[in-house]
């Protein structure tokens, strides 16, 4: 399983993008990289996901370099209904069926009125 | 559809006592995922299935757990004897096919252990 660190908390203002970085240095070829997001007292709920270059959807944008070795998930005008814990997670999905991936201890976004 | 579905919302049982978790997922999805939430080691995948069947359990803590899914519909966690170790929130999840990495998350189950 590739292990992946992201910082433990970030603060933003309303208004602002924020970009939660996730370092995944051993990331195999077959791994893709999915982000999901967890509000207080909820369970998670599934973001984005990609495997290389840019990926956006009405939520997030996820950016990939070519070495795929980390990759940020960025959320355009923060409003104080994204404080959340966000969680970056790495796995194989070419190996057929799911495979096991770990949500490690993700990011805490506060945003700041 | 509902969502995945999970009772009771919350639980409290005096050690000793055996506690039944119980979850029905998104209708048509083929994996199902039971996981544990605690602030000591944060979420962890405690067991999934594929078309009922169980494909791994290797984060099920002991043998006090144990989980089945007697159909495609309803599933259940059971611990048995239950320790004040094992007060957590329980997750259940449920996903689809080619996109088994999406998730879909129930609102948990809070178990307290006295």
């Known amino acids: 399983l590739a292990k992946t660190t992201q910082p433990i908390s970030m603060d933003s203002y309303e208004g602002q993008e924020v970009n939660i970085t996730c370092s995944h240095n051993n990331i195999a070829t077959n791994d893709y990289i999915t982000w999901y997001q967890q509000f207080p007292s909820q369970g998670p709920r599934f973001i984005i996901q990609?495997?290389?270059t840019k990926v956006t959807n009405e939520v997030a944008s996820l950016f990939i370099p070519a070495d795929r070795k980390s990759s940020t998930l960025s959320l355009p005008r923060v409003s104080l209904s994204d404080t959340a814990v966000y969680y970056c997670l790495v796995g194989d999905m070419n190996s057929g069926g799911y495979q096991k991936v770990t949500f490690g201890t993700g990011t805490k976004l506060q945003v700041i009125p | 559809d509902a969502g995945v579905i999970q009772s009771p919302r919350h639980e409290v049982t005096e050690m000793g006592q055996e506690v039944t978790l119980r979850c029905k997922p998104i209708?048509?999805?083929?994996?199902l995922f039971w996981y544990r939430q605690t602030m000591m080691r944060g979420l962890e995948l405690l067991i999934y299935f594929n078309n009922n069947v169980p494909i791994d359990d290797s984060g099920m803590p002991e043998d006090r757990f144990s989980a089945k899914m007697p159909n495609a519909s309803f599933s259940t966690l059971k611990i048995q004897p239950s320790e004040p170790r094992d007060s957590a929130v329980y997750f259940c999840a449920s996903s689809s096919g080619d996109r088994a990495y999406e998730q879909y998350f129930g609102p948990g189950t809070r178990l307290t252990v006295t």
């Open positions: 209708s048509g999805h083929d994996y």
């Open positions: 990609g495997y290389k």
